[in-house]
C-alpha cells in the first residue's frame, strides 16, 4: 500500500482527534521510509515506531496530509512545553527546519522560541 505525501494540503481536524498510533501502524505497514520521516520528527529507528515522536501529520486515505494543529502542537513541544522534547540536538535542529517549512507552507509567522538553540 503506497502512501502519497501531500505537503500542499492543509487540514484543521482536531489534533486529538487523530488517532497518532493508528497513523505510525499504517505509515510502518507501508514500509515507505519518506512518508515516516515526513510524519514524524523524529524517527531514530525505523523498526521501532515507539521511538518516533512528533507527529504533525495525518492520512486521508493513502495520502498524508499537513494537520496544522499537529504543527502548532510540535512547534510547542519544541519551544519547551509539556515538559519539551528530549532528542539529540541535531534531532531538534532538524525538526525546527522542518516546522517552519510547515509554518511557510501555511501562511503562519512561526511562534517565538524557534529557534535552533
Known amino acids: 500500500m ?3 505525501i501531500d ?3 492543509i487540514s484543521d481536524r ?3 482527534d487523530v488517532d497518532k498510533e493508528a497513523l505510525a501502524r499504517r505509515l510502518q505497514e507501508s514500509g515507505s521510509e519518506a512518508a ?3 510524519a514524524f520528527a523524529y ?3 525505523l523498526e521501532n515506531r515507539s521511538q518516533w515522536g512528533g507527529p504533525h501529520h495525518e492520512l486521508r486515505g493513502d495520502t498524508l496530509v499537513v494537520n496544522r494543529n499537529g504543527v502548532h ?3 510547542a513541544a519544541l519551544s519547551g512545553a509539556r515538559g519539551g522534547v528530549k532528542w539529540p540536538r ?3 535542529v532538524a525538526a525546527l527546519a522542518h516546522v517552519r517549512k510547515h509554518y511557510r507552507a501555511m501562511e503562519e509567522e ?5 529557534s535552533a538553540d
Open 2 to 4: 503506497a502512501i502519497e
Open 7 to 9: 505537503n500542499a494540503t
Open 14 to 16: 482536531a489534533w486529538g
Open 36 to 38: 515516516i520521516r515526513e
Open 43 to 45: 524517527v531514530p529507528n
Open 73 to 75: 502542537a510540535l512547534a
Open 90 to 92: 541535531s534531532a531538534r
Open 110 to 114: 512561526p511562534p517565538e522560541g524557534m
